[in-house]
């Protein structure tokens, strides 16, 4: 399963998600590759791990060390630097199969050994960057790996992802099996769920989003959420005061966090979560045609000539089809 955790900043990204690996780590004793892919990077301190600038996703080297080692032997795709957002596996391409690729081992932090949880962290602005590019691009490497990806019960990706709408940019809501929406009973939070909702259906993949609330106090609070995003939600989440005090102690999140009753809320979330409402096939038929909208513009036809070749109609997601599978 891919599940990625969106929503407006400050809705609680960071925390679902570091509380849902813990969950998939302690209590279900999964493999997971989390990956952060907001500016603000949180993911690794919530886990209590320390990033090395070096493996940020961000920087061109490790972006083009990953594009080469997932390109493996695709000749659809000439180059690393012919990559776009949209840019699908074909034959001979590497698939991402397991929480300790080989391909991607020298830019994960490990979080975790048995089971295995290792992070990848995109990264935000560079000193160059300022000014210059726009996050959408940083992101770019992300979604290369998510559509060069396939899950397995023992193996899940979760993505902590860029706050708002960003998400929306390119291909990232197609990249997943399930989209956690976070709400929290404010205002300012239901109004970006109600504008994701209306991107996703526009987009065709609003039967992936699932809606949790976030600091709920009462049932007023999901009253509130439900009725203003005009969606009924999966679950909710209290209001926690001894989260506040625990990553004021510096704690991370997890350990006695994690009690019955957040174990049960992450239960149904993975329950919620299970069966793909679109299957990899259509996904990936969905991404193909993005593809092609993509190829149409005028800064892909001058930067990255025509890429409607990159498009192998044969390719399927079966693991043993890979180029090279180890
Ligand atoms: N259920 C909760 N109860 C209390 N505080 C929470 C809860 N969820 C998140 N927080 C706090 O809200 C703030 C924003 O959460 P965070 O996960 O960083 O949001 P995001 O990643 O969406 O920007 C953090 O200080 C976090 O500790
Ligand atoms: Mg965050």
Known sequence: ???????????GKSTLSSLFIRYLQNVRKRNVLAIDADLNMNLAGLLGVTIDEQTLMARP????SIRNFLKGGNKRVPDVSKFLPTTPPGAGSNLVCSAQEPGLQPFCVNVSQSPIVNLLTVGS?????IGQTCYHSHLFVAENILSHTVTSPDFTIVC????????FAYSMHLQFDAIVLIAEPTPESTEVCKLYMDLARQCGVDKLIHLVGNKVEDADDIEFISKTVDKKLLVSVPAMPKL???????????????????TQVMRIIENGAQLPAISPA??????????????EKQWVQLGYGDVADQIDPDFQYL????????
């Open 1 to 11: 399963m891919k599940i990625a955790f969106v929503g407006k900043g400050g809705s």
């Open 61 to 64: 080297d490790v972006a083009e």
């Open 125 to 129: 602005y560079d000193k160059d960057g």
């Open 160 to 167: 902590d992802m860029v706050a708002g709408t960003d998400a």
């Open 244 to 262: 506040k005090k625990a990553r004021q102690r510096g704690e991370i999140v997890g350990g006695e966090l994690l009690d019955p009753r957040l």
């Open 282 to 295: 259509q996904r990936l038929e969905m991404l193909h045609k993005l593809h092609l909208k993509l190829n």
């Open 319 to 326: 693991p043993h089809l890979a180029g090279a599978i180890k």
